[in-house]
């Protein structure tokens, strides 16, 4: 199993260009989510899904969408990217009582 | 409003001291609590979890009720240990998790 992967690893965009962070998983989990890791700030939710066809906002969405077609994708997209949504983006996926992280894109906007 | 609180942003022991990182939390029900770690270049991972009660690489948390208080314990610091610690708690029905901020832990030689 390769877990929970995301791609690209390390990303550069300018002020306003668009792009999607991709996330795979091959465990079959329902419930997959995003998360932005900032200093100082820690992990905060962005969106999240309990299931193919289902999303939710977490704490922090403004500026990011998401889509649920299967159970294994779920991709995280920035419409126009802005310098305050430079972070590490994490990925992951539940089952029962434990979260499986993805590896982390690494996203500056100039 | 549900809420983790890790006060420290930054903890340094040497090693085989003992050490503690601790956790408050904010919830108005039955709480389910995390330790997650992510050491250098490696991905976030479960540590513990309270239901369990279990020891991991000799870390401990018990859950403090009166106190509202997850801290995470171990009685010898390795270098190893060395890496960002996450305090997290599970919340409404969808189980969403809410992290601390982190805690830094150093190892010294």
């Known amino acids: 199993n390769a877990g929970v992967t995301q791609t690209p690893k390390f990303q550069v965009l300018k002020t306003g260009q668009s792009m999607t962070l991709q996330c795979a998983q091959d465990?079959?989990?329902?419930?997959m989510s995003w998360y932005r890791q900032d200093p100082g700030m820690g992990l905060r939710l962005i969106h999240y899904s309990v299931g193919a066809g289902i999303t939710d906002q977490g704490e922090v969405p403004n500026g990011y969408n998401v889509s649920r077609s299967t159970t294994e994708d779920f991709p995280l997209r920035l419409l126009s990217a802005a310098p305050s949504q430079t972070s590490v983006y994490f990925c992951a996926s539940r089952a029962l009582n434990e979260q499986f992280f993805g590896p982390g894109t690494r996203l500056t906007v100039l | 409003a549900q809420r983790v609180t890790q006060p420290e942003k930054l903890l340094s022991v040497f090693k085989g001291a003992p050490v503690e990182l601790k956790c408050n939390y904010s919830y108005s029900g039955s709480p389910e609590l995390f330790w997650y770690v992510q050491y250098s270049r490696q991905r976030l991972q479960l540590l513990l979890r309270h239901i369990s009660r279990e020891s991991i690489k000799g870390f401990t948390a018990d859950l403090n009720k009166g106190e509202t208080s997850f801290h995470l314990k171990k009685p010898f610091a390795q270098e190893e240990d060395s890496a960002m610690y996450y305090c997290a708690l599970k919340q409404g029905s969808q189980g969403n998790l809410i992290f601390g901020k982190g805690t830094k832990l150093s190892v010294k030689p």
């Open positions: 465990m079959n989990h329902e419930y």
